[in-house]
């Protein structure tokens, strides 16, 4: 069963194509408009090696929060279209991410309940030209459209590149190992209830 996702989605503020394949090898086409965030994606994708092509076009001659909250919508979308039902996937996971003197934690439930705790605190109000408070929403907007009850917390660290970039990391090791199919329950949803 191939397990890919494909979401349009267009507002008065910004207009979003997905294409991701779970499956993938962690291959990506990235054009948001915003460079540092590209960034982020580009490690996203790379490190969950799920495949990911994305074009946003947005309103960032106003800020660029629009942009950055509504490709987290579309991404966190178009993952839940992927999964379809849930078979057979392992469900939870977590990673703690090194990145020279940053050291941060995510862990995961593809629980169809979405939920965000974010323990980040970033030192700067900009990184590139995105203003930092911007990740939280990036984070809140991906978490509730695919359904996931998301933990981020930053344990320690100084530059607040490494910290952030760590968080997207964390995620993508997480999101690598929760969306693997688990050999011992492969045709089975990981629930008591029997449905997520």
Request: with cysteine.
């Amino acid at each position: 069963m191939k397990r890919k996702g494909k979401i349009s989605r267009k507002t008065k503020e910004t207009s979003i194509s997905v294409e991701l394949n779970i499956d993938g090898k962690g291959r990506y086409k990235i054009d948001t408009g915003i460079g540092f965030l590209n960034h982020m994606l580009e490690q996203l994708s790379k490190h969950s090696s799920i495949d990911m092509d994305i074009k946003v076009k947005g309103d960032t001659h106003i800020d660029l929060h629009h942009t950055t909250e509504d490709s987290g919508i579309a991404i966190g979308e178009a993952l839940k279209k992927a999964l379809k039902k849930s078979v057979g996937i392992r469900r939870y996971a977590h990673a703690m991410i090194p990145m020279d003197e940053t050291l941060s934690r995510v862990a995961i439930d593809i629980s169809n309940r979405p939920y965000l705790i974010w323990k980040v605190n970033l030192k700067v109000e900009k990184l590139g030209e995105m203003d930092t408070e911007l990740f939280k929403e990036w984070f809140q907007a991906f978490s509730q459209a695919a359904g996931i009850t998301l933990h981020v917390e930053n344990i320690y660290g100084d530059n607040s590149h490494h910290i952030i970039e760590s968080c997207f990391k964390g995620l993508a090791r997480s999101l690598r190992t929760a969306l693997e199919i688990d050999p011992r329950n492969r045709k089975s949803i990981p629930s008591t209830k029997g449905s997520l």
